[in-house]
């Protein structure tokens, strides 16, 4: 059983940074692609970026592409989202997600999930 805690959300203006983490513990997070989503007040939950289990494959949905980056620190059992250049669009709860092996946009192939970490940004 995997457990997945998301950190670094918080209040910012448009135009600032935050980096979220999301730490696994009681798995081998070596062999776990992982993923980003996010769900606004009154939307569905969306894809923002994943990153497969060997760290070369990596993908971002248009919207983030460029301002956002993923990363994995597999000594440390985390994942980040390093989120540059924040819009009030990008307020939402962000969750992460981790499936063994595998990667997908696609949240139904995801096993594990944690609770979520608000991000607000103000205009």
């Known amino acids: 059983q995997v457990q997945l805690v998301e950190s670094g959300g918080g209040l910012v203006q448009a135009g600032d940074s935050l980096r979220l983490s999301c730490v696994a513990s009681?798995?081998?997070?070596?062999?776990?692609?992982m993923c980003w989503f996010r769900q606004a007040p009154g939307k569905d939950r969306e894809f923002v970026a994943l990153?497969?289990?060997?760290?070369?494959?990596?993908d971002y949905a248009d919207y983030v592409k460029g301002r956002f980056a993923i990363s994995r620190d597999n000594a440390k059992n985390t994942m980040y989202l390093q989120m540059n250049d924040l819009k009030p669009e990008d307020t939402a709860g962000y969750y992460c997600?981790?499936?063994?092996?595998?990667?997908?946009?696609?949240?139904?192939?995801?096993?594990?999930w944690g609770q979520g970490t608000q991000v607000t940004v103000s205009s």
């Open positions: 009681g798995g081998t997070f070596s062999i776990y692609s």
């Open positions: 990153i497969d289990w060997t760290g070369g494959g990596i």
């Open positions: 997600a981790a499936n063994p092996w595998r990667s997908s946009r696609n949240q139904a192939q995801y096993t594990y």
